[in-house]
T-cell receptor, first 116, second 118 residues
Framework: EAQVTQNPRYLITVTGKKLTVTCSQN?????MSWYRQDPGLGLRQIYY???????DKGDVPEGYKVSRKEKRNFPLILESPSPNQTSLYFC???????????????FGPGTRLTVL | AQKITQTQPGMFVQEKEAVTLDCTYD???????LFWYKQPSSGEMIFLIY??????QNATEGRYSLNFQKARKSANLVISASQLGDSAMYFC???????????????FGTGTLLAVQP
């Protein structure tokens, strides 16, 4: 089954304690991205990756890091989490070269993060 | 800069009635795609429908249709015969570029929370 998985699904942590949210896809997609969802703001892109070892900032990258060492994995790293990073996080993947115009991103189930 | 605007934070609709969720967009790229996603209370993002900027006809997918008015830059979602299971948050999103080379980045609106009443 084609899917994007994220772990953990729920996480409560404290300010300053480094954490990693993992993301994995089994569709051989080149393009992967991270979004955060906040009430009244919709989804905003944090970082994206066009392929292995190719990453770039999205619209709200401050306080986050990513890496893309393997095609299937795209972890999101918070080196020193702060309360304003409390949010719902989504990983998504898609083909880079659109196979059809309707190609869209496949979303993971989301990770609800609370930073105290 | 590209932008998506959803002006209805929340809406109510009676079961079995039709409802229209508004979406306007702004882009200078002549080639773009418009998407609607549904997010139920469980949190996952479910793709509903797509409309390309060069498509001559409005997109339809079952009970979902997209009222695409290019000159007005609007892409409203119409849900016919609403069901209780349609209660969810709905997001409009846009991708600039529709052919080879597009990055597939999506710009999202702020969403509309739809409540279907029995």
């Amino acid at each position: 089954e084609a899917q994007v998985t994220q772990n953990p699904r729920y996480l409560i942590t404290v300010t300053g304690k480094k954490l990693t949210v993992t993301c994995s896809q089994n569709m051989n997609h080149e393009y992967m991205s991270w979004y955060r969802q906040d009430p009244g703001l919709g989804l905003r892109q944090i970082y994206y990756s066009m392929n292995v070892e190719v990453t770039d900032k999205g619209d709200v990258p401050e306080g986050y890091k990513v890496s893309r060492k393997e095609k299937r994995n795209f972890p999101l790293i918070l080196e020193s989490p702060s309360p304003n990073q409390t949010s719902l996080y989504f990983c998504a993947s898609s083909s880079s070269r659109l196979a059809s115009r309707t190609d869209t991103q496949y979303f993971g189930p989301g990770t609800r993060l609370t930073v105290l | 800069a590209q932008k998506i605007t959803q002006t209805q934070p929340g809406m109510f609709v009676q079961e079995k009635e039709a409802v229209t969720l508004d979406c306007t967009y702004d882009t200078s790229d002549p080639s773009y795609g418009l998407f609607w996603y549904k997010q139920p209370s469980s949190g996952e993002m479910i793709f509903l429908i797509y409309q390309g900027s060069y498509d001559q006809q409005n997109a339809t997918e079952g009970r979902y249709s997209l009222n695409f008015q290019k000159a007005r830059k609007s892409a409203n979602l119409v849900i016919s015969a609403s069901q209780l299971g349609d209660s969810a948050m709905y997001f409009c999103a846009m991708r600039e570029g529709n052919y080879g080379g597009a990055t597939n980045k999506l710009i999202f609106g702020t969403g509309t929370l739809l409540a279907v009443q029995p």
